[in-house]
């Protein structure tokens, strides 16, 4: 069940929602609101690939690349992975109980996003942004944890990242561009091809800078926060550089080595901020 989770993915959001909650202050929340907000990005991230897992089952059956994952190859059964999706939402709801009250009636939202994003790759190519808003959230949600309320900068948090991952997911699905348009799936690479996919990406990944630049005006940082702002630069800059068609080994360096050290490079800004703070 773990292997199916692939907890590694949850470093492309954990460290925006940490984030988020470390700038709704511009300090350290307390202890027990971190690990609340912890437990909540894992019963999250828990739940929305157990739903992809399950909403996609015949898609990854079909493609030689994932048809080796648990439930095609019969290694976990659909009632197994039912169940632990009802706990991964019960670990979300528990957590979200003990945070402040709007975070209760906002936990649809994300919920909501998990269940549609699988299906949207069946009838767009904007599959890409549904998965960015999803995951995205991370940010606002650390953010309202620890304030109890909306402000501008962790909306600008939220779009910047969900440009992120939508730019990153685009060239995930280098991957997948011959199958895709084989089998009627849509996505940017198989719509407008690979060369112009990775430029839809590129700028994307600009957006994210600007948002993240206009986020950290917003919630008046001060100059650490802009230097991880500019390492998370460098590192998307890098990832496009390395990134090429048809070679699934830079496709996956790009994909998984370089957002992840982006995600924890931005964090390493917002810490250097609060602790300068």
């Not at 909403?55 to 493609?63: C, T, V």
């Not at 039912?82 to 936990?107: D, K, M, N, Y």
């Not at 949207?120 to 109890?148: D, E, Q, S």
């Amino acid at each position: 069940m773990l292997g199916m989770v692939r907890f590694s993915h949850t470093i492309f959001a954990l460290p925006f929602a940490i984030a988020g909650a470390l700038m709704a202050r511009n300090a350290l929340p307390p202890w027990s609101v971190l690990g609340w907000i912890l437990l909540a990005m894992v019963g999250a991230r828990s739940l929305a690939m157990a739903l992809n897992r399950l909403i996609d089952r015949r898609l990854d059956a079909a493609n030689p690349r994932t048809a080796a994952r648990h439930l095609p190859s019969g290694r976990l059964s659909v009632t197994q992975v039912r169940v632990f999706a009802l706990l991964s939402l019960a670990v979300l709801l528990g957590a979200v109980s003990q945070l402040p009250e709007i975070t209760w009636w906002l936990w649809p939202v994300p919920v909501a996003l998990f269940v549609l994003y699988p299906y949207m790759k069946r009838f767009t190519w904007a599959c890409h942004l549904v998965l960015g808003l999803a995951i995205g959230i991370a940010p606002i949600g650390g953010w309202i944890a620890v304030t109890g309320e909306f402000a501008v900068a962790p909306v600008l948090l939220w779009a910047g990242v969900a440009c992120w991952i939508a730019g990153f997911d685009i060239i995930y699905a280098l991957l997948d561009v011959r199958h895709d348009r084989d089998a009627g799936i849509h996505s940017v690479p198989a719509r407008f091809g690979e060369q112009r996919a990775l430029r839809i990406a590129a700028g994307l990944h600009g957006v994210t800078i600007v948002l993240l630049v206009l986020a950290g005006m917003a919630a008046s940082v001060t100059w650490p926060y802009y230097v991880g702002v500019a390492a998370c630069g460098v590192v998307l800059a890098w990832e496009h550089l390395t990134v090429r068609p048809g070679d699934d080994a830079r496709i996956q360096a790009a994909f998984g080595t370089a957002n992840g050290v982006m995600s924890l490079v931005f964090l390493a800004g917002v810490i250097a901020e609060v602790g300068l703070a």
